[in-house]
Nanobody, 129 residues
Framework: VQLQASGGGLVQAGGSLRLSCTASGFTLGRYAIGWFRQAPGKEREGISA????????YYSPSVKGRFTISRDSAKNTVFLQMNSLKPDDTAVYYC???????????????????????WGQGTQVTVSS
């Protein structure tokens, strides 16, 4: 059972990236998914979450209007489309899965470590100025 975030890279300010969260060993569509990020020297920040049905979505103020979370059940994947990237978006990005969207919702817009059923390996996003 594994959760994996991918799609990170180096991009100039104002650019875009699309991150993917994929699962192996379990069906991602049964879980709510959250995206988190952690910059060097900072606590982990919850930035977005999506319910298992794909219609309920949450965003932190720091990314609202620039990032879009979505899911493709057929591909067993959740995406995070990141537009208008800023140097402050530089961080390692992680995805997490939990049966209860409310648990993930608590982490959106908050900093700290939360316990979820699954955490994925992170992907580095670097935004140059």
């Amino acid at each position: 059972v594994q959760l994996q975030a991918s799609g990170g890279g180096l991009v100039q300010a104002g650019g875009s990236l699309r991150l993917s969260c994929t699962a192996s060993g379990f069906t991602l569509g049964r879980y709510a998914i959250g995206w988190f990020r952690q910059a060097p020297g900072k606590e982990r920040e919850g930035i977005s979450a999506i319910g298992s049905g794909g219609t309920v979505k949450y965003y932190s103020p720091s990314v609202k209007g620039r990032f879009t979370i979505s899911r493709d059940s057929a591909k067993n994947t959740v995406f995070l489309q990141m537009n208008s990237l800023k140097p402050d978006d530089t961080a390692v990005y992680y995805c997490a899965a939990d049966s209860n969207l409310a648990n993930l919702r608590k982490g959106v817009g908050a900093e700290g470590t939360y316990e979820y059923e699954y955490w994925g390996q992170g992907t580095q996003v670097t935004v140059s100025s």
